[in-house]
């Protein structure tokens, strides 16, 4: 048992000991002393309320890291063919075609490759509507495959893409897509991409371009290679033991079996029947299922997952934290629920009463 009190805490994570207290009460826990060690899992939790990222707090020191699969998260304008790049991907992949069917509507999937190495895609929507969604995606990935269509150019959500990707520090994969097109013009895309500042590697830079056909089915071996390539260059590493962290990307309502939110594993391990936190709801996992359907016991970082058992529906970009107790679980996101209405009240009363500028 390895304990921290919440002095320390506060003095790590530069927040006020009452807030942290309060934070600790709603959670569940009791101390008579602010000098009372409290547990490393409690501490993340009360951490993660604070918003600290608990990445400082866990300080991986001492845990082990192990190799994980990349995440690559596509993106692109409306019709570029993203989807039907991912299905192409897809159906060359050697594992994918073993595994049978692929439940496509969760926009998540593993694709494992010749040598043995695997990726996890998410496919985004281009409409123009979806920027939100398309941050979350930037946000959650490791590396962004920039698909634009070699006839189109580059396109208002071409350049979104692009400026989430820089906000998230993620690099870019370029692949220029329907280059069977007689109207195809690779070039242009890439004279294009220059000016908006992508430096590519024809023009000496360090972003990789791949020429594709997802219809024609044309460079996707080049494509994964280059992906593989970039991964094992950021030598991605995850801590596979302890309590599992994850992101949701998305979530709906089954009739019959729910609420269902498919997230992807950041970090620990997931394991059927824990209670969870997942952003203001939380639940019991009754069942842990890939993304081909199938039931599993546990899962690691870099997969994507799917989960029932949750009381409500979670949104797309809320973390998931398990905890120990039912108890807890409740407590939290009660907690987590009332800050929610405490922050939409006093939002909607700075709207109402905005207090016109003094100044001018
Ligand atoms: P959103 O998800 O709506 O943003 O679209 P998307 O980027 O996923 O595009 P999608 O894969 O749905 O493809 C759009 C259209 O382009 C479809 O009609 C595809 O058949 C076509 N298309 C996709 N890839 C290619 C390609 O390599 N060559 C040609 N000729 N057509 C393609
Ligand atoms: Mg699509």
Sequence with gaps: FEGITIVELAKRTGQNINYLKQILTNVGEKIDTEFDPITVDVAELIAMEAGVNVRRLHSDEGAVLEPRPAVVT???HVDHGKTSLLDALRLTSVAAKE??????HLGAFVVSMPSGASITFLDTPGHAAFSAMRARGAAVTDIVVLVVAADDGVMPQTLEAISHAKTANVPIVVAINKCDKPSANPERVKIQLGSEGLLLEDMGGDVQVVEVSALGRTGLDKLEETLLFQAEMMELKARINGPAHAYVVEARLDRGRGPLATMIMQSGTLV?????VVGAEWGRIRALRDMTGKVIEKAWPAMPVEIEGLRGLP???DDVI????EERARMLSTGRKEKMERDRLRKAMEEKFEIPDASG
């Design 322 to 325: 398990v905890v120990e107790t």
């Design 315 to 317: 949104m797309a970009g």
């Design 99 to 104: 595994a049978g069917g692929i439940t496509q």
């Design 272 to 276: 059927s029947g824990q209670y969870v």
């Design 74 to 76: 596509v993106m692109g």
